[in-house]
């Protein structure tokens, strides 16, 4: 009965790692209240007061019902980083992807598929803005477009190099890009293979261009429907599903034999590249259903965020998710 009542009153989503420090000490402080208040009267019930508060802080990471709402949607983000938080969301965008530094301009019904986000990353490495790696051999980026035209957007630039490698195209039937037939068809024919197959580190490795001459040791983690990269447990990437890492994989195969150097890409400038490539699906990669896109929430112990999610609509494999500027969940 003991055990029905502790697993009853636990709740992970709250505890463990995903503690929120700040809602900890200020349900802390509040028990510490709550004890002395009641100890004026009886100094027995004060003491158990006490301590059912903290059992209860304990197993449930709070003691007030709704701190995390509230804590989510009150609290500073300054006041998080002093704990250590990140006010930022975790966004699952391939190799080595993060929070855009650049605000999106896109919004979830406006699919006109800017890859931003890819597009930020990207320029934040320098991938398709400099003409020569840093030996100086220009052979690697002969036909990435020409960037250093201040008034091309970061997220233009990222599509001009999809038009100019023949990945996209106007699409016929709407204002928009779309892929070319014969990348689908290349990149369809790629991925087929990977959907029953075994998705190993060495694969994403070999993908990405990850060196692992050093010696470490690469590790492919599944983490609820999260794929993530480590290496000798460092964080190199993170997938939101294995339909978006087999679509890595089987995109950077195409890529290999279509465009001019791309061996010589670094995986940091192959991520952006490949997480913002995934927004031109038509079809999801494991199940070949239809694809959806629409806003949805980005949880974290002490925040959420409104992101743009590409989502496998039979599925629910997600494909691509940006967050959304300004937005408040």
């Not at 300054?78 to 006010?87: A, N, R, Y």
């Not at 692992?212 to 997938?239: F, Y």
């Not at 974290?300 to 989502?311: L, R």
Request: aromatic residues 6%; glycine residues 8%.
């Amino acid at each position: 009965m003991k055990i029905d009542v502790v697993d009853t009153l636990h709740q992970p989503e709250y505890t463990g790692k995903n503690r929120c420090e700040p809602c900890t000490l200020l349900n802390l402080f509040i028990a510490a209240v709550l004890g002395s208040a009641v100890a004026r009267k009886s100094k027995l019930a004060g003491a158990v007061a006490f301590g059912v508060s903290i059992a209860l802080i304990y197993l449930r990471g709070y003691l007030v019902p709704g701190t995390p709402t509230l804590t989510k949607r009150y609290l500073p983000p300054e006041v998080l980083t002093w704990f250590g938080k990140d006010p930022e969301p975790e966004l699952a965008s391939g190799f080595g992807g993060g929070a855009p530094t650049t605000p999106a301009s896109e919004t979830a019904d406006s699919s006109t598929h800017a890859v931003s986000s890819g597009a930020d990353e990207a320029a934040e490495n320098g991938s398709l803005a400099d003409d020569t790696d840093e030996t100086g051999d220009a052979d690697a980026s002969d036909d990435v477009a020409d960037t250093s035209d201040e008034g091309v957007a970061a997220g233009d630039e990222l599509e001009v190099f999809f038009v100019e490698q023949g990945i996209l195209e106007p699409c016929e039937d709407a204002d928009d890009l779309c892929l070319t037939d014969e990348f689908e068809s290349a990149w369809a024919a790629e991925t087929d293979p990977l959907v029953d197959s075994e998705i190993t580190a060495e694969m994403v490795a070999e993908a990405f261009g990850i060196s692992t001459d050093d010696g470490q040791d690469l590790e492919l983690v599944a983490r609820d429907d999260a794929q993530i990269l480590q290496a000798d447990s460092t964080w190199l990437g993170q997938w939101p599903s294995r339909a978006a890492l087999i679509a890595d994989i089987a995109a950077s195969r195409v890529l290999q034999s279509d465009v001019v150097g791309w061996d010589a890409y670094d995986p940091e400038e192959k991520g952006p590249i490949l997480n913002g490539l995934r927004m031109f699906l038509e079809t999801c990669p494991t199940t070949g259903g239809d694809i959806q896109m629409g806003e949805e929430t980005v949880e974290s112990c002490c925040s959420s965020h409104k992101v743009i999610a590409v989502t496998c609509e039979d599925s629910g494999e997600r494909l691509f998710e940006h967050q959304l500027p300004d937005a408040e969940a």
